[in-house]
């Protein structure tokens, strides 16, 4: 047997060696020749799985370790009889730990209160319901537009896309790129969308980088019917447009699910599904260990409000502010910046041991997923953690 693996897919080097010949590459450099006589494929977003790289192949099962999949030709996949499949809400929660460090800078730089806000949310899946529970717990008020969920569900709980372009303060946006149906997003944000705007909102988007209309973005900021925009996914990556980079209060080079966590849930998800299809008996497989934080116990935190303490939280263990730093000085080097990624844990991986944080938030901590104590009452001597379970 015979794979043909993404070199940069994390933890996989070593677990599938027992039963197979493993071939890594560089994801976007794979090429027919590559994968002429595999019988699995796994990837990222970067290898585009269609009839121009299959065509001719062994290939009968190909896993991405990632929520996208709008790599893959999921109908060329069909027709042929290619079983595939993605790992979806793998790094839901590094998502989540972005997004609040976005809202973090944006609460500190802007002197706002989040607690007054109304957040749109645009997308209620994995990603989105965890978003949710960060904007509750901060004390926002939260709506959802999710269309195939209320199809689904019902409306209620759900409000539509003119309720947001309203009445949010920030809208961010969380859903899959669909480039035709009753639920296309592509170019979901248009110069129709920005006009229609009426509180100069905050806009975040950590979904994919063509559900944004990069000209009529720029636009809307340099005509201040958006307040700011924080962007972590571009269109034509990674030759991003460097105007609009600079026009946006944070850009980062699509890192948001980029935690240790949500890496290791991806090639989880990935290595059990491959196990199944081909019955390697690793249906239970995850990665031991990875390395803690430099820094797991949250010592002490400003004192403040409840808002001000979690947010203290939030950023001691993630500031989105570096990522974005790097980005603006050397947008060139988008892809590396990707593929060289420091360390990132989310939110379980640190103790918070300040106790007046605990007494004015700690329903609220706990909802995000910090740990309560000090160190050494909970086991951070060591300088590794086991994986959250995907």
């Not at 002197?111 to 717990?137: Q, Y």
């Not at 809307?220 to 269109?235: F, I, Q, S």
């Not at 995850?286 to 002490?300: C, F, L, N």
Request: negative net charge.
């Amino acid at each position: 047997m015979k794979i043909v693996a993404d070199d940069h897919i994390p933890f996989l080097r070593g677990a599938l060696e027992p039963f197979a010949s493993v071939c890594y590459l560089p994801g976007a450099k794979i090429a027919r020749e590559d994968i002429r006589d595999a019988d699995a494929l796994l990837t990222r977003t970067r290898t585009r799985c269609n009839g121009t790289l299959l065509e001719g192949s062994a290939v009968r099962f190909i896993g991405s370790a990632t929520i996208g999949f709008d790599h893959i030709d999921t109908d060329y996949c069909a027709d042929r009889g290619i079983h595939w499949c993605n790992a979806p809400g793998c790094n839901a929660g590094s998502v989540m730990q972005y997004v609040a460090s976005a809202l973090a800078h944006l609460s500190r730089k802007y002197n706002i209160e989040l607690a007054s806000m109304t957040l749109g949310i645009i997308g209620a899946g994995n990603v989105g319901t965890k978003i949710e529970k960060l904007a509750k717990a901060i004390g926002m008020r939260v709506l959802l537009n999710d269309p195939p969920r209320a199809r689904r569900e019902g409306l209620s709980g759900f409000v539509s896309l003119e309720s947001i372009v309203e009445e949010a303060d920030i809208i961010t946006l969380h859903v899959p790129l669909n480039r035709n149906g009753p639920d296309r997003t592509y170019h979901l944000w248009d110069h129709d969308f920005f006009s229609r705007l009426k509180k100069k909102p905050f806009l975040i988007n950590t979904a994919r980088g063509e559900t944004v209309n990069t000209q009529a973005l720029k636009e809307a900021l340099t005509r201040k019917k958006a307040e700011g925009a924080v962007m972590d996914v571009w269109e034509n990556e990674p030759q991003i447009d460097r105007e609009l980079l600079h026009m946006t209060e944070i850009g980062t080079p699509h890192i948001a699910g980029y935690s240790l966590d949500g890496k290791a849930n991806g090639t989880t998800m990935v290595v059990r599904a491959l196990s199944r299809f081909f019955q390697l008996g690793l249906d239970q497989w995850r990665p031991d260990h990875m390395p803690e934080p430099e820094k797991p116990v949250i010592e002490k935190i400003p004192p403040g409000t409840a808002e001000e303490m979690i947010l203290s939280c939030v950023e001691s263990t993630y500031k989105v502010e570096s990522d974005s730093g790097r980005l603006r000085q050397s947008p060139e080097t988008f892809e590396e910046q990707r593929e060289r990624y420091p360390l990132r844990r989310e939110f379980p991986s640190y103790v918070v041991a300040d106790p007046h944080a605990w007494e004015k938030a700690e329903t609220q901590l706990e909802v995000l997923g910090f740990k309560k104590g000090v160190g050494d009452e909970v086991g951070y001597g060591r300088r590794d953690t086991p994986i959250q379970e995907a």
